[in-house]
């Protein structure tokens, strides 16, 4: 069976972590945690993630801040991002596409709408 695409998960809160993680799992997706800025480098610096997804509110350096640093990268470039935060308000939105996240999710979110940001973002990048 060929393996699901890979999802870099970075959120500090282990709760939320974990439920994205079952339920990209129970979707097919290979999810892989990390808790804050420096862990998911790691992992970036590791394996390349099909997407990422990104809590705009990290211990240490913030989400945007991230996000702005991997679409400088020409390794980590090309990886979506969807920025997950509790922010809404336009001028949020805006910054966090303006640092180079391809999509916006703003908690509280379903699985459904999750997945399929997921799914639009991997098909954006991925055309066959
Ligand atoms: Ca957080």
């Known amino acids: 069976m060929k393996a699901g695409p890979r999802v870099l998960v970075v959120e500090d809160e282990t709760a ?7 339920n990209l799992r129970h979707h097919g997706f290979q999810p ?7 862990s998911a480098q790691r992992e970036l610096d590791a394996v390349l ?36 935060t ?13 640092a180079g996240a391809d999509d916006y999710i703003v908690k509280p979110f379903s699985t459904r709408e999750m997945l399929a940001r997921i799914r639009a973002v991997l098909r954006r990048r991925a055309p066959e």
């Open 16 to 22: 939320i972590a974990e439920l994205i993680a079952v």
């Open 32 to 38: 892989v945690w990390a808790s804050d800025g420096a």
């Open 49 to 84: 993630p099909d997407a990422i997804l990104l809590d705009w509110m990290l211990p240490g350096e913030s989400g945007l801040s991230l996000a702005r640093r991997w679409r400088q990268d020409p390794r980590t470039r090309a990886v979506p991002i969807l920025m997950l």
């Open 86 to 98: 509790a922010r809404g308000d336009e001028s949020d939105r805006v910054a966090g596409l303006e």
